[in-house]
């Protein structure tokens, strides 16, 4: 048997509350012909970052044009992990299969991770967002995040890697996430809850199940 909860000292919950802004085709015509070079964005990204601007489409664009400026500097696409390649135990984020809507599914466990770096990790994150978009048949926009806490521990509450998926999902990867699971998180995560929770945008924080 197993609980599904909103957050480490919540009630279980069924259902979302919070209501997302409709994107529709003329935003994302309107924000594709203020675009510079406009074919390197699909029209899937450009009603992400509408949703996650709530219809701001001004800002929407801003952030669209320096996702594209870093897409085109970084080329994450074709990003690697490093400290993988080195050490191939180094983490364990890994893209696993679909769920039941064709999501992508990653799924992580702390307990097999041997490196902490938080640079390193990040290029790991990178590389595992990038092979769930690719992954992603059409018509789908969203990954489901597995996490396994097993293993977690003192080591494991610094904030910074929260804060790094934090950054990148509203920097570049707005609305991508749809799920994330955190599974049999201990009590002494809830130190790390109680740092990050406030950074945690609305929308997302009520994507975000602990399954124990």
């Known amino acids: 048997m197993c609980t599904v909860m909103s957050g480490p ?4 919950i069924t259902a ?3 209501l997302r802004y409709s994107v529709t085709a003329t935003d994302v015509q309107t924000v594709r012909q203020q675009l510079n070079a406009a074919d390197k964005c699909d ?7 509408v949703q996650a601007t709530g219809g701001d ?3 929407a664009i801003k952030r669209i044009q320096a996702t594209l400026t870093w897409r085109a500097q970084v080329h994450p696409e074709t ?8 050490l191939p135990k180094s983490h364990y984020m890994h893209l696993v299969g679909y769920d039941l809507i064709d999501r992508p599914v990653m799924y992580s466990c702390l307990e ?5 770096s938080i640079e390193d990790n990040r290029r790991h994150m990178i590389s595992c967002f990038e092979q769930c978009v690719q992954a992603m048949p059409p018509g789908v926009g969203q990954w489901v995040w597995v996490s396994d806490f097993k293993g977690f521990g003192l080591s494991d509450c610094d904030p910074r890697l929260a804060k790094v998926f934090l950054d990148l999902s509203a920097a570049h990867y707005p ?3 749809g799920l994330f699971i955190v599974v049999d998180a201990p009590w002494i995560f809830n130190t790390l809850w109680r740092a990050i929770s406030p950074l945690v945008d609305p929308f997302t924080k009520q994507k975000i199940k602990f399954l124990s």
């Open 57 to 59: 489409l001004t800002t």
């Open 79 to 86: 990003m690697t992990c490093t400290a993988c390649q080195q």
């Open 112 to 116: 097999m991770v041997t490196n902490r």
């Open 16 to 18: 979302t509350t919070l």
């Open 175 to 177: 609305e991508r996430l």
């Open 43 to 49: 029209d899937q990204m450009i009603r992400q970052f």
């Open 9 to 12: 000292d919540s009630s279980p």
